[in-house]
């Protein structure tokens, strides 16, 4: 008897084993399923070379804002960087549209689109309109499309003073102004500026404009003399002395990244 119940025992312990093995394994397998399917969900969705379509709306200042005509460094930067860093974003297209703007803004953009070549092409597309500053930042790209009636050029620097004070003499009204220096209202409207303001406010724009032309020059195939007269320029010029690469919208400048990114 004390056989019978030990092998009955032993009979018992191996159904409880092979009960267990069969659970677990089940188990362990459904866990399995379980992470492929949601690793499957979590993984982004890559169809093909995606080009990153940033936009350039509106006059370029520095600041972290876009919209009511206005556009500033700071958010075209972060744009620029997120698809910089982006693994599944193989080029970038700059839509620009802007009459152009500060010069500092466009400098603080072409840190970002350099930061962004490093990576991978930056291709711009033109819209109406991109002259001065937004030019610039143009020149910064690895080709330029626009249409054959986009405004561009306009490479040059202007500093305007309004000067209100003979409005202000006929109406019978004077503003009193204490200053530290003699130069601390230079801006204001309600005088003219003195002969030594304006030589002084000449050299900032020729000293400016220097800058911003030898950029252009080393960034394009052009000729100064083409350009020093700050003058605006039909692509369909521009694409005959260097400003421009190909004519084409939006949909062409997204292609020509996509191949850019290929090569």
Do not use: C
């Amino acid at each position: 008897m004390k056989f019978l119940r030990e092998e009955l025992e032993r009979v018992q312990k191996r159904r409880r084993q092979k009960k267990w093995l069969v659970t677990g394994g089940a188990t362990l397998f459904a866990a399995i399923v379980s992470v492929v399917i949601i690793s499957f969900v979590l993984m982004p969705t890559v169809t093909g070379e995606e080009v990153a379509v940033i936009r350039v709306e509106g006059e370029l200042l520095t600041g972290d804002f876009s919209g009511g005509g206005y556009v500033g460094s700071e958010a075209i930067g972060k744009e620029l960087r997120e698809a910089a860093d982006d693994p599944f974003v193989e080029a970038v297209v700059l839509r620009i549209n802007s009459p152009g703007g500060s010069p500092a803004a466009a400098q603080e953009v072409i840190r970002d689109l350099e930061y962004t070549r490093t990576k991978k092409p930056v291709v711009t597309s033109m819209g109406d309109m991109a002259a001065s500053a937004a030019y610039l930042i143009a020149a910064h790209t690895d080709r330029i499309y626009l249409s054959p009636d986009t405004v561009t050029g306009s490479i040059g620097v202007i500093w305007l003073f309004p000067d209100e004070s003979k409005w202000m003499e006929e109406e019978g009204r004077q503003v009193e102004v204490v200053k530290s220096g003699e130069q601390k209202d230079m801006t204001s409207p309600f005088r003219p500026l003195t002969d030594k303001e304006r030589a002084y406010a000449q050299k900032m724009v020729d000293e400016s404009f220097e800058t911003f032309i030898a950029d252009i020059m080393e960034e394009r195939p052009v000729k100064r003399a083409d350009v020093e007269t700050a003058r605006v320029i039909r692509g369909e010029e521009a694409l005959s002395i260097g400003l421009a690469d190909e004519e084409g919208n939006l949909f062409d400048a997204i292609d020509g990244a996509k191949a850019l990114a290929t090569t």
